[in-house]
T-cell receptor, first 115, second 115 residues
């Protein structure tokens, strides 16, 4: 079974609007961390935001916030006030406490911001 | 620039040739990871070093692949007898190893094309 599922291959958003990128995960571990990375066309993966499984509040980093719903095993990324520079691939990833140091990545969502 | 660097950025080779990639992590980071990313997919874990010790290897890492981190600083990934299926982006990441919240910082990747 896939550890991380991103069901939206591509998304479009109008500049200055908010957009939600979906991520669901599969783990039997109680302790895990969830990450979102941005990958522009240049190829470099850029860390955006982290959510721990025991964190009671949703993580926020500037225009990025993580809508963490533990019971549903979802960790959606919300980007507010989209900018043209937000156009990129976005990857959700998970690290489990009992699985060593591997990161499991989803297949990504391609976001295009329309002016 | 004190980020993760990779060399070369692009490599074209003929099937059957050997190739070697280099990764220079962020200087104070003790952990170093190699990933492979094919088109339309997220990065897949290949191997991981803590200092100079190679602690985990994925089953994706066939015996044609070898990685080293001789002095606990830079790392090399060698692919022997390349095959067309090895064509991919090879990403390196480094981290400080701070538990679940450990954030991996990625380099720009080496894009390999095997003809």
């Amino acid at each position: 079974a896939q550890k991380i599922t991103q069901t939206q291959p591509g998304m479009f958003v109008q500049e200055k609007e908010a957009v939600t990128l979906d991520c669901t995960y599969d783990t039997s571990d109680q302790s895990y961390g969830l990450f979102w990375y941005k990958q522009p066309s240049s190829g470099e993966m850029i860390f955006l935001i982290y959510q721990g499984s025991y964190d009671e509040q949703n993580a926020t980093e500037g225009r990025y916030s993580l809508n963490f719903q533990k019971a549903r095993k979802s960790a959606n990324l919300v980007i507010s006030a989209s900018q043209l520079g937000d156009s990129a691939m976005y990857f959700c990833a998970m690290r489990e406490a009992l699985s060593g140091n591997q990161f499991y990545f989803g297949t990504g969502t391609s976001l295009t911001v329309i002016p | 620039d004190t980020g993760v660097s990779q060399d070369p950025r692009h490599k074209i080779t003929k099937r059957g040739q050997n190739v070697t990639f280099r990764c220079d992590p962020i200087s104070e980071h003790n952990r170093l990871y190699w990933y492979r990313q094919t088109l339309g997919q997220g990065p897949e874990f290949l191997t991981y070093f803590q200092n100079e010790a190679q602690l985990e290897k994925s089953r994706l890492l066939s015996d044609r692949f070898s990685a080293e981190r001789p002095k606990g600083s830079f790392s090399t990934l060698e692919i022997q007898r390349t095959e067309q299926g090895d064509s991919a982006m090879y990403l390196c990441a480094s981290s400080l190893g701070q538990g679940l919240k450990e954030t991996q910082y990625f380099g720009p990747g080496t894009r390999l094309l095997v003809l």
